[in-house]
């Protein structure tokens, strides 16, 4: 194996790029939490997401194959605003209000706090000055009841006093009176704050909405731009070179989430509220390294005489239809890992006691599955596609999706997905990814690589991700987060059994399949021969 230093600027551009975005795009939902959004309204903010996603990967790859020459430029003023749009969230007032704890009120004793003045009560609940009310689970030695509190305080975090808290409904105060010493060591939980409307007409609300908007959707129209990048320096014929490009952004993300999340924590010792300032500082050496990297990239200039024309060409052609059917399939079941892997170790920790060093099995969890199976499936995903093709890759990544999700779906505690993910979601994820941009890459006509990843892309965490998120919800909601697992396996098993008959039926069969490195490779002159041929590069 030799280096292939013309390669170098495109693996020092993902490594950037990727630790810039890993400083702090990991945490974005929980700092929300933090300025006091709730679960439910986030969960609405990210399923809309995908539609901006969608609209800006083909207007950007349109842009960027239209205005060739000013490719490099519209990638870089992407780059900006995306790292811009979280940075500026830095700013955001916390909305004002006592903030609940992430564990249970343990030990309280049962005597109700005092009935609220409920004229009182409902002045400052219009004033919006940070009283919220919510309803309690007392869940005590011979009994369990529930409550409804009214907690007031600015930017402390949430308890049970006589002076923060006072009781919405006087007649509940039997509950406790019945027998006090039976009462006096109980654990509550508490519901989210019931504070939507001060919520809605916030500056930190709306501030952080439009801030996540452009900044998720313009990292994941960042995505298809890096692949576009990255296809154009590798040259025809180099796709399989790919994941050992690719590799270098999941290192940078896994390396600079963990030191993030690792000084965020020194920095906010003896703090309510987490401090965020050395993710934020993180974020900005890295894409100031990125921005002086992507100066140094050298883009090829091959412009589509007609790139409409081009992509009408491919788009109906049944092949790529059924391709980017695969692609939609992909995004529904990435979206359930994505979104509510943690949702559903956080459940499982807390029926099984391990509530208290969740956060480090979470940790973990991310880190091994980065730099476990994800670093390793991109550096071989190029070897597998020229033994396999394209059609047997998909086929068993469905399959690596299906163990994936029945395996976590049967794990006793949160400590066993560490390992599910740190040997399955290589497969799941790295490969699958670098399968679908490759092929997309390989089917793109010249001058239109940038529009047909957009294409792809946004089948995939567009419309894909879409649906995945509602019907994950939908399904944890009704069925819970083991069954909805299951179902998803279920799912992954059915989509690799159906692509494998298609393809050993009929796609294997058409002249798009020309270009899968198991059928129809045909040189031309000794030339092609020995670039078929050339040692394994990096």
Not at 15 to 25: E, I, K, R, V, Y
Not at 91 to 115: K, M, R, T, W, Y
Not at 208 to 230: E, H, Q, R
Not at 461 to 481: N, P
């Amino acid at each position: 194996m030799k280096i292939n230093y013309n390669h170098l600027p495109v693996k020092v551009h993902y490594f950037f790029f990727n630790a810039s975005m890993g400083a702090f795009t990991a945490y974005v939902p929980v700092y929300g939490r933090q300025l006091g959004i709730s679960p439910l309204i986030m969960g609405s903010i990210i399923a809309l997401l995908p539609i901006g996603s969608l609209l800006g990967k083909l207007l950007i790859g349109y842009a960027a194959d239209y205005f060739l020459t000013w490719r490099k430029r519209i990638f870089m003023t992407l780059f900006t605003v995306t790292a811009i749009s979280f940075m500026l969230m830095y700013f955001l007032p916390a909305l004002p209000g006592p903030i609940l704890p992430d564990h249970q009120f343990q030990n309280v004793s049962c005597e109700c706090p005092p009935p609220c003045d409920m004229d009182y009560h409902a002045s400052v609940l219009a004033s919006c000055n940070g009283t919220k009310d919510t309803t309690c689970h007392w869940m005590c030695k011979d009994m369990n009841f529930s409550i409804r509190l009214s907690f007031h305080g600015v930017e402390k975090e949430a308890i049970i006093s006589p002076d923060t808290t006072c009781l919405l409904n006087v007649n509940e105060s039997s509950l406790c009176q019945r027998n006090e010493t039976a009462y006096n060591n109980c654990n509550v939980t508490c519901d989210i704050f019931e504070d939507d409307r001060c919520l809605y007409t916030s500056v930190t609300f709306w501030g952080f909405v439009i801030l996540m908007f452009f900044g998720i959707v313009g990292l994941f129209v960042s995505a298809s731009v890096n692949d576009t990048i990255c296809f154009d320096i590798l040259g025809t014929g180099g796709q399989m070179k790919y994941g050992k490009q690719r590799l270098w952004g999941s290192v940078g993300f896994s390396l600079v989430s963990l030191v993030s999340g690792y000084t965020t924590d020194l920095w906010s010792q003896g703090k309510i509220y987490k401090t965020y300032t050395p993710a934020f500082i993180l974020m900005l050496v890295f894409i100031v390294n990125d921005l002086i990297c992507c100066r140094k990239l050298k883009l090829p200039l091959v412009k589509s005489p007609s790139i409409l024309t081009d992509l009408y060409t491919i788009l109906k052609l049944l092949p790529i239809i059924i391709f980017l059917c695969t692609a939609i399939i992909a995004g529904i079941l990435e979206t359930l890992t994505m979104y509510f892997l943690f949702w559903y170790m956080e459940d499982l920790a807390m029926t099984t006691g391990y509530m208290s060093q969740i956060k480090l099995i979470e940790g973990l969890t991310l880190c091994t599955g980065f730099l476990g199976s994800k670093v390793i499936f991109f550096f071989i995903s190029g070897r597998i596609l020229k033994k396999l093709g394209y059609g047997y890759t998909l086929t068993i990544c469905f399959l690596c999706c299906a163990l994936r999700m029945g395996f976590i779906s049967l794990v006793p505690t949160p400590w066993y997905v560490i390992l599910v993910e740190g040997t399955l979601q290589g497969p799941t994820y790295a490969l699958l990814y670098a399968t679908i941009v490759t092929y997309a890459s390989v089917i793109s006509p010249p001058g239109t690589s940038a529009t047909v990843q957009a294409i792809a892309a946004g089948m995939k965490e567009g419309l894909g991700y879409m649906i995945g998120s509602f019907l994950a919800g939908f399904l944890f909601e009704k069925i819970g987060g083991r069954m909805t697992f299951r179902a998803y396996s279920g799912l992954a098993a059915f989509a690799a059994l159906m692509y494998f008959i298609l393809y050993v039926s009929y796609l294997r069969h058409t002249t798009i399949y020309a270009t899968d490195a198991r059928h129809n490779v045909e040189w031309r002159n000794p030339d092609d021969a020995q670039k078929q041929c050339e040692p394994d590069e990096t």
